[in-house]
């Protein structure tokens, strides 16, 4: 129903300028066309979002590539910016599909080919569409805590109207637990 | 006997008359040399401290004299940040506080508005033309 309404709209609006749809609508009424078209958007961008496939036009990957963003803290020395997409390696969707598939699964992997930052996207996709509870193992408490701060971190760089869909409960993840005696 | 509300003749002897407001007996107000807590305050603080040892110095400056030597010396010779931080504060002022505020308020021009309206419709197109393109 919303996809004939669009293209009807495509349709009546094909080469219209601004100074058009100013003399064509009132000020409440393109305000509301604005807040409509809105909100289709951020309905199918969450519904690419929400899908369980290994690729780049949806699912986690789509996410993490088009909607949210990393933070590299060696941006200087690649010349890079601080934040950015997540890049779009052609291992990735063979990854992602392996984490889908897999229940128990060993990544043999070296520096710099992103695939702790790949667990997390999956880990943050998959808490935030599918309530899923995901448990990164690491190797001591500081790679945990990195970890937990990336997944931190692709959470917050969502645009605003996907942070307030899904809210998080909490954001304590990173304190430490209490000392023990 | 009663005056019918309950009140003996004693109690009527010592009733309040009419027109005359408090206690006749009560303690005198003193004057009002100061006007105000506040301008007493300071007022005082330029007066001189009876101390002889201040030789004559004003309660403000014994005051502050005292705040220093306890921000330096106070808690058996170990100084006291808190007052330091006091003495700080006082001098150089605060230290701006940054309190980080999210916010999305967004007032758009009709112009930009409209400019929003058809770079969505664009999006949206192109997600309708791009249709099913997934890897798996």
Known sequence: MKTLAIQELIKQLRGATPKDLIEQFGEGELRELHESLASIEHDKIDELCSQQVASFTAGPLYWATTVTMTENPKYLQQGLPFKAHFPKKNYFPVLFEAFFKSKRLFVPKSRETLTSWSSCIYATHQSQWHKAEVVVQTANEEKAKRLVEYCRILYANQPDWMRQRYPLKSDAALSDPAPKN | ?136
């Open chain 2, 1 to 136: 006997m009663s005056d019918g509300r309950g009140r003996s003749a004693g109690t009527r002897k010592n009733y309040f008359k009419p027109g005359q407001s408090g206690n006749p007996n009560g303690l005198k107000k003193p004057p009002r040399a100061y006007g105000s807590f506040t301008k007493a305050l300071r007022a005082i603080g330029f007066e001189a401290d009876p101390d002889p040892d201040s030789k004559g110095a004003s309660n403000i400056e014994v005051a502050a004299r005292v705040m220093w030597w306890h921000a330096n010396h106070g808690f058996n010779g170990q100084g006291s940040p808190k007052t330091i931080e006091t003495i700080a504060d006082r001098l150089d002022g605060r230290p701006t506080e940054t309190i980080e505020l999210n916010a999305n308020v967004t007032q758009l021009s009709q112009e930009e508005r409209a400019q929003e309206v058809l770079a969505t419709l664009e999006r949206l197109k192109k997600h309708e033309d791009s249709g099913d393109t997934r890897i798996n």
